[in-house]
């Protein structure tokens, strides 16, 4: 397992997902990563930092789960 640093850019709050740019990445952007249910959706806000686990590939947003938003 891998963990990273992000930066939301966008949450779906129906499909409780978001779009996140990793740190230190700023042409890569992983659309549709999964956002852990004990994250409340009220802090899921663009512009916020973010924790990121990853499964296995870190490239495929599939594997990713946005674990802790903070500020």
Known sequence: MELRR????K???????ADVQPDGSVPTWL????????????EVLAGRACIIAFAADPSDPTE???????A
């Open 6 to 9: 992000a930066t939301i850019k």
């Open 11 to 17: 949450f779906d709050a129906a499909s409780f997902t």
């Open 31 to 42: 659309a549709g990563a999964r956002v852990s249910r004990a994250v409340p959706a009220a």
């Open 64 to 70: 990713a789960v946005i674990i802790a938003v903070y």
